[in-house]
């Protein structure tokens, strides 16, 4: 199929999905997928994603389409220059299709907190597809792309790929570029990539990884290759962290992860208990770092240089701010701002974010322990629940957070880990997570790729 | 009632890279606005900072230079604030691991001799824009070419007893930069500037009083002004039973006032906390010592070597220290063959006056060197000599014994132009020809001066006594 067939093809699914009512879109058009297409056809035919459309996360920025992070204090920016991970997206033969809906600057877990409305669950549009990154997430399930970008802060592409029914692959931190990804919490900011294969969602990470001199923050190592998918795990010790196992799980995430298991032993595996007791804490921790970065990361948004501007009443720089930062942001960017800003105030930086950074280290401790004792790979549920009714979480903060309860240790610890289809529960996809040591995600990748195979053929998985 | 002065100083200096702190913009002076900006300097979405090895080579050398110890490992950190000046809403800069503590400066203190101010702490970060307001009728513009200058900010211990002191401080503070090629150090364009911080204390107390700071000094001699005007408010104050409040004070030169910005009260929480985006600044323990092998001469050591090597007199060396274009320039006046006492005199004259005109030496040292000669030699006379170093600075292609010539300069030796001025002279003169022969000797001088006269400065004036001598001994 040519590259223009492919564009065709793609902006006809893309129109559907609009008239579906997913709002999984923020920007797409058919010319730029046309001439994405006539870029594509004079690249070399085997390059490794030739034709390959992608959808890309509102927060990864391009020079052919507004990037807006879904605010409306970004509404109608366009950058001047365009993201690494994007270029050698590129570079390799994918086509740009779409820029994804999301939660507002990525902060959400349900894709709700978007100033140009939710993104619906294609399965069920009473619920949500998770977040942040669910306009990418809905985009793969829906069948319109086979991969997607997302960013990850703290679990945004897992969990929505669990409640989507589709992999989710957050890489290394230090393995993708964040230079042009529009910056959230910067010690945690991954790209990272949905799939409908792990052999999709590895494709691409292969192509966008590896060093950037852009970025002072990815690793000075070979870049990841395409992993050869393993026929089995035979000779692989598989840890189940006993903290990740709660008694009150939900039943039917509880049953995707006795298939998960059971077919984990079946490919020659060998399952061991073992104990990541600070992950206890990842959740709080996250919610002092990740707003602290963020309440920085954020300050430049001052209708100063670019995006809109409000004047404010009062008049002057401070009325400027105010009108300009109070319209702009959303309630939930505004409660992480605040956090962000209190938690580094003076006489209380020690208490939060000192003490944070502290049991941020216990958590990575963990984790090596586990991997240096012999384990080589760890595996969990990714979400404590399928995919919640749209508004069930919106009116309690702390609720909507721990929907990240499985996933935000491991943005914390900078490892890689996905998310792949395990099962059903009364319809909606589960999850299960894997997890890898820091830069082993080419053997997580392999390791995933039999387990998908395997349980490919469950009849309850897809 | 006496009082202590307590002084502290802050100094940017803005370190002499052809790139900006974090991004490869260029770092220029009166650009036309916005014309170096790029994603990272202009804080736009997604972009990120790059360390720029050149400034921490540079802050890592005006640190050794300083006797300050360089960290192995230094931490960029986020200060924030917000101001339509500072594209991030933060300033990246170091805080609680800075590149490098605990250095001095020995300098000359007008009161109390030779001391020494310590050194807290220097480290590195980044300049934000510049507001215009005289731009546009009734609104503010920002121009952010120099956002993303790197800075070196060196804070002094409060070691600093009065506001001469202070002037002092900085005048060697800014030989020792320059000298190690760190900063120009130039207050005109903005590459140093300095916040003062200041208090008072009954003599003998050991504990700090409340100091004030004091911003927009835009030369030393302000520094010393403001800090002069802020000590009498802050003894009148106390003389009077009023309290100190801890405040920031601006220093309005033209009123030679200072007048209060901001209250502690007012002041910014900046919320510091490490770069995410940038991991620790690391350095070799190589290469901090390669660093510091490569310091170039430092002031004090330069005047000790010019007084010992040259025998020229300590002030001589110090003068000629106090700027390195100025010693620099000696040395090859020196080296091209002038005697060290000549040569000190000619640069601490007339070189020094064009130097602090122009800074910079519109005569060449060689040519200088050449102009010295033919006074040595006796072509042409110093006060000649003076005329011919305005001219070649005028026209600086010229060689000195060329513009001698065409000024008519050079000393006329030949027995008959000599005689002939002598006997004008003498004709003209006959009453202190006659005094003179009746044994005032010492109109043998005034005999010179009008030869040298008539003759326009032209006469040698070794060949004109003997010929004098000869008419005035005939009777």
Redesign the interface.
Known sequence: MSAAAVARDTGARLAAADAAGLNATLYWSQELLDAEARRVEALPADSSLHGMPIALKD???TTDAP?T?ASRI?AG?V???E?TAVTRLRGAGAMVAAKANMDEFAMGSSTEHSAFGRVVHPLDPSRVPGGSSGGSAALVAAGVVPAALGSETGGSVRQPASFCGVVGVKPSYGRVS??????F???LDCISVFGRTVDDAARVLAAMSGHD?????TLDRPSMRRPEPRRDLRGLRIGLPREYFPADLHPGVAAGMERARRATRELGAELVDVSLPHSAFAVPTYYIVAP??A??N???Y?G???GPRRIGAAGG?QAL?QATRGEGFGPEVQRRILIG?YV???GY?DAY?RKAQRVRKLIADDFRRAFTGGVDLLLTPTTPTPAFRAGEKTGDPVAMYLADVFVCAISLAGLPALSLPVGRSEGLPVGAQLIGPFFEDEAMLAAAAALERALGADAEVR | MAWETVIGLEVHVQLRTRTKMFCGCRTTFGDPPNTHVC?TC??????????NAEAVRLAARGALALGCTVHEISVFA?K?Y???DL????QISQFDQPLATRGRVAFESPERGRIEAGITRLHLEEDAGKLLHDRFPGKTA?DLNRAGTPLAEIVSEPDIRSPAEARAYLTTLRQVLVYAGVSDCSMEQGSLRVDANISIRPPGETALGTKTEVKNLNSFANVERALEAERTRQIGLAETGGRIAQVTLLFDAGAGEVRELRSKEESH?Y???P?????PLVLAPGWIAEQQAALPELPEARRARLEADYGIPAYDALVLTGEMDLANYFESVVAAGVEAKMAANWVMGDVMSSFNETGGFPVGAPRLAALVTLVRDGVVSHQAARRIYAELAQHPDQDPRAAADRLGLVQVRDQGALSAWVDEVLTAHPGEVARYRSGEAKLMGFFVGQVMKRSQGKADPKGVQPVLHERLSRR
Request: glycine share 6%; hydrophobic share 35%; net charge positive.
């Open positions: 927060n990864i920025v990037t992070c970004l920016y950058s001047p220059y993201a964040r230079f042009g990804l529009v910056a919490g910067s010690s001199p852009l970025d002072r923050t602290a970065e309440a920085a954020l300050a430049r001052d100063v240089r670019y720089i701010y800003t580094l105030s003076a930086y974010y | 994603p202009l804080g736009l979405p997604g972009a990120l900072p790059l360390p986020r924030n917000f101001y339509p594209p991030k809403g933060y920002v929480d919320r510091y906390f770069d995410p985006d940038l991991p």
